[in-house]
């Protein structure tokens, strides 16, 4: 399956981004979905995760209450819709799709390129 997200950019803290991932080549909903992000000098780190039916969802501490993933599997994508920012939140984020629904990036065999998010202070 090939991935290809978009919808980063540059935001003030306290406002909102939704990012997506559309993904081709296979069939989606075999697909847990994950999003992962990595800023400079740190390692890469789990956002959200979401079953194949989207029935179930996990969330890091740093991001629940504040971010929502979803996905749509007639359109083939996954979103993150990430509220109030935060200057931590400042990273370059990655969809990534696997069979299991676990939060480490080693369970993940398919990513995209990622998209950068800023936010300012």
């Known amino acids: 399956v090939q991935l290809q997200a978009s919808g980063g950019g540059l935001v003030q803290a306290g406002g909102s981004l939704r990012l997506s991932c559309a993904a081709s080549g296979r069939t989606f909903n075999n697909y847990v979905m994950g999003w992962f992000r990595q800023a400079p000098g740190k390692e890469r780190e789990f956002v959200a995760v979401?079953?194949?039916?989207?029935?179930?969802?996990r969330y890091a501490d740093s991001v629940k209450g504040r971010f929502t993933i979803s996905r749509d599997n007639a359109k083939n994508t996954v979103y993150l819709e990430m509220n109030s920012l935060k200057p931590e939140d400042t990273a370059h984020y990655y969809c990534?799709?696997?069979?299991?629904?676990?939060?480490?990036?080693?369970?993940?065999?398919?990513w995209g390129q990622g998209t950068q998010v800023t936010v300012s202070s």
């Open positions: 979401i079953t194949e039916s989207g029935g179930g969802t």
């Open positions: 990534a799709a696997g069979y299991a629904y676990r939060v480490q990036s080693s369970h993940y065999p398919y």
